[in-house]
């Protein structure tokens, strides 16, 4: 897929790493790259509760999401969306599947950096509007 395609050609599973991009107090958008775990057409990542990004859900559901490299170099162009956090059921899920799709980074380093840090991780599905 090159840049010019639109978002609403991306097969979301077929991707591992997503461009989220959140909106901050000021009206500016912040980039990262986030794993991406998609089950029954739903997606899905995580975070945690101290970063940036999880701040930034917190005041604003509304995000922008594109395909991307590891690194965070978009694939696509962005398509609007929103993140919702989830229970600590849905939360159990989506920990089986991140740690199913990317064994060694999720199902490593993350849960490791996360308990060695203390940190709060939290989970979140992605609904991404279709442009069709």
């Known amino acids: 897929m090159n840049a010019h395609e639109t978002a609403s050609a991306v097969d979301w599973a077929q991707h591992k790493t997503i461009r989220l991009e959140t909106r901050k107090r000021d009206g500016t ?18 975070t945690y509760k101290q970063s940036g990004k999880a701040k930034r859900l917190r005041n604003f559901s509304a995000v922008r999401a594109a395909p991307c490299s ?24 989506t920990r089986r ?12 380093l993350v849960p490791l950096v996360h308990k060695v840090m203390r940190y709060d991780t939290q989970h979140y599905e992605l609904t991404v509007a279709e442009t069709d």
């Open 29 to 46: 958008w912040v980039a990262t790259p986030v794993s991406l775990v998609v089950q029954d057409g739903h997606l899905f990542f995580r």
């Open 70 to 93: 590891f690194l965070g170099a978009p694939k696509s162009d962005a398509v609007a969306g929103r993140a919702r956090l989830l229970d600590e059921q849905d939360s159990a899920a």
């Open 97 to 108: 599947l991140l740690r199913r799709r990317h064994p060694v980074l999720h199902g490593l």
